[in-house]
């Protein structure tokens, strides 16, 4: 399975489904009324026409598309559930222009007036639904106007501008400009609505990454303070760590303890380091300069981030000699929480490669394990701040949400893919400009 990180949205709150899809969901219940209101208005219509104005019609028979609409529009929402609101919508909207076809062909075919009401289910797809919708409702809807001139059940009401028998030019003038109307409206109303679309998704995901922004400035704040408060114990143990190697040289000179005294030293001299990247000129390499690196020094110096008995697993790859201009500390950072992950997921000593190289005018970089894999559930979530499958106290799950955002900001892409047995691989993508 693979999952690109860098797309992964991890704040529910906001609706960021493809923008074809959002018009669909708000209009349904619009829609839903909006039928109610053209039935009611239809059988009005006709009973006033039968009955107020004396006009022979045949009401059993328009009845039955009536019924039909009245029929699926109470089923609409079951519809939508069943087979998605935009196919549940395209195909009411198509059986619509059959009923209204159906409907003008029971009472006066194309001289009735209420044949514009076709250019209602156009326009109604053209806001809501995709072209491919807008344009086949548009060529069904001219086909059916078609159709009504050759069968229709005459009304003479109707009838009273011309007189010729046959097809009268009158009529036949009013489906050429109602097939213009309809193309009209599938091209320039589907190319608005198509850009308010794209710009409705534009404004979500600006709002996504300012709320990311912030989290980002939340953690970044939480980071300083610890940072500032851990600077003083560490200091301290510092100290009394070679305080007790001075005073084991004097005294017992065991060699046991001396070691021990200087690999405390050595770990608080790390956790020093690490804080410094957490610190105020901590936040600074998300926006670092981009500096020349050579890539063999670069991987040397990440290897070096690795205690000796971590480093023999790495395995590093670098295709020829290679340089190029990277904001490298910040990129050491990110290679160093995926080797770490790595690492932890192949506790065992299993090899773990790591590849740098330079291709399509980006740098890239992969992190490979043979650990046990990762299952989709968990793939899936990668990347959302504070979600760890790490015992407690070993992780809070930062690593790779800072990694994102890292990857974000340069417009690159930071992808993983894993099997369950078959080992996990991350793939950092970076812009670059080579030297």
């Not at 939508?80 to 196919?87: I, L, Q, S, T, Y």
């Not at 417009?411 to 893919?417: D, K, P, Q, R």
């Amino acid at each position: 399975m693979r999952v690109t990180v860098a797309e992964h949205h991890d704040l529910p709150i906001l609706d960021l489904r493809p923008a074809g899809e959002l018009a669909p969901n708000l209009a349904l219940p619009w829609i839903v009324k909006l039928r109610y209101g053209v039935l009611f208005g239809q059988i009005l219509l006709l009973l006033s026409t039968h009955f107020v104005f004396d006009v022979e019609l045949p009401i059993a028979w328009l009845a039955i598309p009536l019924a039909l609409t009245a029929a699926s529009n109470l089923l609409l929402s079951y519809f939508a559930k069943a087979f998605g609101v935009r196919r549940a919508l395209g195909s009411i909207l198509t059986l619509d222009t059959i009923c209204l076809t159906a409907l003008l062909a029971l009472s006066g075919g194309p001289a009735n007036p209420f044949s514009l009401l076709y250019l209602v289910q156009i326009t109604l797809s053209a806001v809501v639904l995709s072209k491919e919708w807008t344009w086949a409702l548009g060529i069904l809807s001219i086909v059916g106007f078609g159709l009504l001139f050759p069968v229709h059940v005459r009304v003479s009401i109707f009838e009273a501008h011309h007189t010729t028998e046959g097809f009268s030019t009158h009529l036949i003038g009013m489906w050429i400009a109602f097939a213009a109307g309809a193309f009209l409206i599938t091209i320039f109303i589907g190319k608005v609505s198509e850009a308010l679309r794209k710009r409705e998704q534009e404004v979500l995901s600006l709002q996504l990454q300012a709320a990311r922004n912030e989290r980002l400035s939340s953690i970044v704040t939480l980071a300083a303070g610890a940072a500032h408060e851990l600077g003083t114990p560490l200091a301290t143990i510092a100290i009394a760590s070679r305080e007790l190697e001075t005073r084991n040289l004097q005294l017992s000179k065991d060699p046991d303890v001396a070691e021990d005294a200087r690999l405390i030293r050595t770990e608080v001299q790390r956790c020093s380091q690490i804080l410094h990247r957490m610190s105020a000129r901590g936040g600074e390499p998300m926006g670092e300069s981009r500096t020349k690196v050579n890539f063999a020094d670069f991987m040397d110096g990440l290897r070096s981030e690795f205690p000796p008995s971590e480093r023999n697993q790495l395995q590093i790859i670098v295709a020829g000699d290679m340089e190029a201009t990277i904001p490298a500390d910040a990129t050491r950072q990110v290679l160093t929480a995926l080797v770490r992950n790595a690492v932890e997921s192949s506790s065992d000593g299993r090899p773990i490669s790591i590849t740098a190289e330079i291709a399509d005018a980006r740098a890239r970089f992969t992190v490979a394990d043979s650990g046990s894999g990762m299952p989709p559930e968990i793939l899936n979530r990668l990347g959302e701040p504070f979600f760890t499958t790490k015992a407690p106290g070993k992780g809070m799950g930062l690593g790779i949400f800072l990694a994102r955002v890292f990857t974000e900001r340069l417009g690159g892409n930071l992808v993983f893919e894993s099997e369950i047995g078959r080992g996990t691989k991350a793939l950092l993508e970076l812009p670059l400009s080579t030297v």
